[in-house]
C-alpha cells in the first residue's frame, strides 16, 4: 500500500460557492490538485446494548452532552485508504458549523479518479497507517482540555471519488466527503454522594439509634488497562476472529480489548503487567478523596426520590477493558472501584466501644457485628456472672482461636470468622468495598452475562451507593484476617453482597449503577 502525506489547512469560509470578490481572487489551480471538505459530528445516539429493556442502564436521557472542553475538535487527521493507497491530511484546523459539526478542506494530488477509499477521522489525535494500531498514551494527553482524543464512532464509510476530479480543483468548490461521526476513545466515571454525606448506620440501638457509622471517605479504580484500539472494533466472540472496525457494539457482540488473548481463560499472574492500580498491588492504587469531588456534570436526566442527577460529580476518565468470555469475568482482570470507609463510634455506643474506636489495638467483628477488641471479644465470648448465655456461635468461633495457642495466625481468625481491623496510619479504622463495574447488567444477580462486566469508551459510568449492609474488607495488603477475601481468580458476579451501587451509563452514553454493599 502506498503512503501520501499531504499538507492540510483549513479555509476561511467553508461553503460551496464563496462571494463574487473572493472567486475573482482564486488563480486556476496548475498543480491538478482536489480541495475536499467533510464534517465530524459526535456520537450521541444510544448503543444498542439495551435494545431489549432488561438492563438497568436505564438513564433518561441515555446520553450526556459533555462539556465543551469533552466535545471541542481542535485538529483532525483525515485518512482515506483503499487496498493501494494511504492519503493522509494531517493536522487540518476546522471550523465549528455547527453544536456537533465540523467542516474544514484540504488539497492533494494523490486521489485517483473513480476510487473507492475508506475514511476515517482521528480527532486530536495522529493517525497511524495500521488499522490495528493500539496506543498506551496516558489519560492525562488524551484528556486534555478542547484536545479530547476521538475516532471513528461506526464502521468507515466508503466514498468512491467521480471521474472528473477537475471540478474540484478551487478551494471554493470542494468534493464533499459526506459526514463523519466520531467517539471518545476513554470512558467516564462519575460519583453522587448519599443524602447522608456518604454515612451509612452499621448498628443501632433499642430506639434505632445509629451506635456505629461508616462513612465513605475515598474513591479507587483499580485494573485499568494499560493500552487500547485507536479505533474501536467488535466481534462475535470477543477476538479478531472477523472482527469490524468501527462496528456497533449489540446484545449479541463484543467489544475487543488488545490483550483479548491473554484474557479468554480468565485471570493469570502474568496480566498484572497489561494493567494499572492492579488489585493484588494496592500500594499503586491511587486514591480520590470523595469531598475533593466538587465538578458538576452536565446531564439533564430524570431522578427519582432518592435520586437528583444534578448532584453527579465528575470524578475521572479510564481506559477501555473488555473481557472475550463469559466465564472469565474475574476480579483480576475486570477494571473495580474500591471505596474506603471509616468505621466511627457514635455517642451511642457503648463506652468500651467508642475506647475501642479511640485505641490503638485489632478490634473485630463477627457475623457482621463490630466487638472491639479481643478483649471485648472475650467478654462476649465467655461464660462469666455478667455473660451468662454467650451466643454459641461466637463462643465456638472464640475457642478455636484460642485452642491454636501460640499458633494463631491471622488466617487461624479468618478460619474462625472474624474479620481484623487494625488501624491506619492515622490512627482511624477503615473498611474497604469493592464494586466491579458492570456494563450490560442481565439482572440475574446468579448468572454471568456478555460483556455485563467492562469499560467501553465513551460511556459515563455514574455511580452511587444507596446501601451498605456488611462491615467491609480490611485494609488491602494489610496482615488483618478476613474470612472472604477479595481474589483476584474470584468470578466478577457473586451472591455475597456488602453493598449496592446504581451505575447508569451515557454516549458520552450514560449508565446509572446503584450500588449496595
Known amino acids: 500500500m502506498k503512503k501520501y502525506l499531504i499538507c492540510a489547512f483549513a479555509l476561511a469560509a467553508f461553503c460551496a460557492c464563496s462571494s463574487g470578490a473572493d472567486e475573482e481572487q482564486v488563480k486556476p489551480n496548475e498543480n491538478g490538485q482536489v480541495y475536499m471538505q467533510f464534517s465530524v459530528k459526535m456520537e450521541t445516539s444510544r448503543s444498542e446494548t439495551d435494545e431489549t429493556g432488561d438492563t ?9 452532552v459533555g462539556f465543551d472542553k469533552e466535545n471541542a475538535i481542535s485538529t483532525v487527521d483525515v485518512v482515506l485508504r483503499n487496498a493501494d493507497d494511504y492519503v493522509v491530511a494531517e493536522d487540518v484546523v476546522p471550523a465549528k458549523a455547527a453544536t456537533d459539526t465540523y467542516v474544514a478542506s484540504f488539497n492533494t494530488l494523490e486521489l485517483k479518479a473513480n476510487a473507492t477509499y475508506d475514511v476515517y477521522i482521528y480527532a486530536n489525535c495522529k493517525a497511524d497507517q495500521n488499522l490495528d494500531a493500539t496506543s498506551a498514551e496516558t489519560i492525562e494527553n488524551i484528556t486534555k482540555d478542547n484536545k479530547f482524543w476521538m475516532t471513528n464512532a461506526y464502521a468507515a464509510q466508503s466514498i468512491t471519488l467521480p471521474s472528473d476530479l477537475s471540478l474540484y480543483t478551487q478551494p471554493n468548490n470542494p468534493l464533499n466527503l459526506q459526514s463523519h461521526y466520531v467517539e471518545r476513545v476513554m470512558a467516564r466515571f462519575d460519583y453522587m454522594a ?3 454525606d456518604n454515612i451509612y448506620p452499621m448498628a443501632v440501638d433499642a430506639e434505632n439509634a445509629a451506635t456505629v457509622n461508616l462513612q465513605l471517605t475515598d474513591v479507587a479504580l483499580i485494573n485499568m488497562s494499560k493500552n487500547f484500539y485507536m479505533l474501536r472494533r467488535v466481534s462475535n466472540d470477543g477476538t479478531n476472529n472477523g472482527w469490524t472496525i468501527g462496528g456497533a457494539e449489540t446484545p449479541k457482540n463484543y467489544v475487543v480489548d488488545t490483550d483479548y488473548a491473554a484474557k479468554a481463560a480468565g485471570y493469570t499472574e502474568a496480566q498484572v503487567a497489561n494493567f494499572y492500580y492492579h488489585m493484588t498491588k494496592p500500594a499503586d492504587w491511587e486514591w480520590t478523596k470523595l469531598a475533593t469531588l466538587t465538578t458538576d456534570d452536565n446531564w439533564t436526566g430524570e431522578g427519582d426520590k432518592d435520586h437528583n442527577p444534578s448532584d453527579y ?6 481506559i477501555e477493558n473488555t473481557i472475550p468470555n463469559i466465564n472469565a469475568q474475574e476480579h483480576g482482570i475486570s477494571t473495580g472501584v474500591v471505596f474506603k470507609g471509616e468505621i466511627k463510634a457514635t455517642d451511642k455506643a457503648s463506652e468500651a466501644l467508642q475506647n475501642a474506636l479511640k485505641g490503638k489495638e485489632t478490634i473485630y467483628v463477627f457475623k457482621n457485628q463490630l ?3 479481643w478483649a471485648d471479644v472475650t467478654a462476649a465470648a465467655v461464660k462469666s456472672e455478667t455473660n451468662t448465655e454467650p451466643d454459641a456461635e461466637l463462643a465456638a468461633a472464640y475457642n478455636a482461636v484460642v485452642a491454636a495457642g501460640e499458633n494463631a495466625t491471622a488466617q487461624t481468625y479468618a ?4 474479620t481484623g481491623y487494625s488501624p491506619e496510619a492515622d490512627g482511624k479504622f477503615y473498611a474497604y468495598y469493592y464494586y ?4 450490560n447488567d442481565n439482572l440475574e444477580n446468579d448468572t454471568m452475562g456478555q460483556m455485563e462486566f467492562a469499560v467501553v469508551r465513551n460511556n459515563v459510568y455514574k455511580l452511587c451507593v444507596d446501601k451498605i449492609a456488611r462491615y467491609g474488607h480490611p485494609t488491602p495488603g494489610g496482615n488483618d484476617p478476613d474470612p472472604d477475601p477479595e481474589n483476584p481468580t474470584d468470578p466478577d458476579e457473586e451472591l455475597n453482597y456488602y453493598f449496592t451501587v446504581t451505575v447508569k451509563v451515557l454516549p458520552w452514553v450514560v449508565r446509572v449503577n446503584h450500588i449496595e454493599f
Not at 313 to 318: E, H, I, P
Not at 415 to 418: H, K, L, M, S
Not at 436 to 439: A, I, K, P, S, T
Open 371 to 373: 466487638y472491639g477488641t
Open 313 to 318: 460529580k465528575v470524578w475521572r476518565y479510564a
Open 56 to 64: 438497568n442502564s436505564n438513564a433518561n436521557p441515555d446520553y450526556e
Open 436 to 439: 466491579w463495574n458492570r456494563h
Open 194 to 196: 448519599s443524602k447522608t
Open 415 to 418: 478460619d474462625a470468622g472474624f
